[in-house]
């Protein structure tokens, strides 16, 4: 058998591994981004709830409306309330970044924790009319459940090359 012979043999029995391999990176990459929306979900509330518990005149639509309802609330309140109502926040931005840290480990659980979540405070923002709100919060759950779909596709995809293995 020629080099070139030897080769080309070569290519094709690497090829399935190389496409296979490449696949699992794309799909770790949009699994990565869709996690990646958990974190801003925590930091821009976090900007936000600074923006109106400050006295601030404006906010953003990118936050959660659950945070942003109860820096509202707390904006009259004295005291024990402000600090009650950072605690509740902390607590709920804190949850964004458990689901974030365990999404980006690929458990499913935490994705389908975390979009059930954003979609609560979705149902929200649609209660306060909040459009644009609701429009971000769609394209939010796009991209989480776009990084649900490639973690388990590539979960798929691991399950199917140890079978052929």
């Known amino acids: 058998m020629s080099t070139q012979a030897r080769t080309l043999e070569q290519a094709k029995s690497v090829s399935p591994k190389i496409a296979h391999e490449r696949e699992r990176a794309m799909l770790g990459s949009q699994a990565d981004r869709g996690s990646g929306w ?11 709830s600074i923006l109106i518990q400050s006295g601030g005149s404006w906010s953003f639509v990118f936050g959660l409306w659950l945070t942003a309802g109860v820096d509202y609330l707390a904006q009259d309140a004295a005291g024990l309330g402000q600090v009650l109502a950072w605690f509740l926040n902390a607590l709920v931005m804190a949850t964004f970044v458990v689901f974030g840290y365990f999404a980006r480990q690929e458990h499913r659980w935490a994705y389908a924790a975390g979009i ?18 609701v429009a971000v919060h769609v394209l939010g759950l796009f991209f989480l459940w776009g990084g649900l779909a490639a973690v388990s596709k590539r979960r798929k995809l ?3 090359s140890t079978v052929t293995s």
């Open 38 to 48: 958990f974190y801003w979900i925590a930091g821009l509330s976090l900007a936000q």
């Open 158 to 160: 691991d399950q199917a």
């Open 116 to 133: 059930t979540a954003y979609a609560a405070d979705g149902a929200l923002t649609v209660a306060a009319r909040d459009w644009l709100g």
